[in-house]
C-alpha cells in the first residue's frame, strides 16, 4: 500500500506503525525516559512509541508536548516518525528543536482521514518526506 500526504517535516523512517484510537499528549502522557505511554486514560496505555512510526489521529493538550518530543529524542525513546490527520504546530516544532539540538530526525506527514483509517497497527513501514510531499508505504494486509 503506497500512501501520499503532506511533510512537515523531512526526513525517512522505517518502523513498525503503532496506530493510536486517540490522540495523546506527550506532555504527561508519556514516559519520557522510556517513551511508553502512561496516560492512565489512553486506551493504549502501556504501548511503547519508542522507534515505532507513531500514527495518532492528532494530539491532545499541552503546548508542552513540544519539549516531551525533544526530551523522548535526548533520551532516545523518540518515535521514529508520525503520521497525523492534521498539521500540529507543537510538534512541528519539537521535532524540528530535536533535529537542531540532538540530530534527531523525526519526519512528519499529515494524511487524510480516509488514508489514516487504511492504517494497520502492527505494519512494518517505511516513511520518506521531503519538500512539502511524502510517501508511506506499508506491505499489503493480503500477504
Same mark, same amino acid.
Given at each position: 500500500m503506497l500512501i501520499r500526504g503532506h511533510a512537515l517535516i523531512e526526513g525517512m523512517a522505517s518502523g513498525t506503525l503503532l496506530k493510536l484510537a486517540e490522540p495523546l499528549s506527550l506532555w504527561g502522557g508519556v514516559? #519520557?525516559?522510556? $517513551? !511508553? *505511554?502512561?496516560?492512565v486514560s489512553h486506551p493504549q496505555r502501556g504501548a511503547v512509541l519508542a522507534g515505532r512510526l507513531l500514527a495518532m489521529p492528532g494530539s491532545r493538550g499541552s503546548s508542552s508536548s513540544s519539549?516531551? #518530543? &525533544?526530551? %523522548?529524542? !535526548?533520551? $532516545?525513546?523518540? =518515535?521514529? $516518525? &508520525?503520521?497525523?490527520? !492534521?498539521?500540529? =504546530? *507543537? %510538534?512541528? *516544532?519539537g521535532a524540528l528543536v530535536a533535529d537542531d539540538l540532538y540530530g534527531v530526525a523525526i519526519p512528519m506527514l499529515v494524511v487524510s482521514d480516509e488514508a489514516f483509517g487504511k492504517l494497520t497497527d502492527g505494519a512494518v513501514g517505511h516513511l520518506w518526506c521531503e519538500a512539502g510531499e511524502a510517501v508511506l508505504t506499508l506491505p499489503d494486509r493480503g500477504r
Open positions: 514516559d #519520557l525516559q522510556g $517513551g !511508553r *505511554i502512561v496516560d519539549s516531551a #518530543l &525533544v526530551e %523522548l529524542a !535526548r533520551s $532516545g525513546h523518540a =518515535p521514529a $516518525g &508520525v503520521i497525523t490527520t !492534521r498539521a500540529d =504546530p *507543537i %510538534l512541528t *516544532i
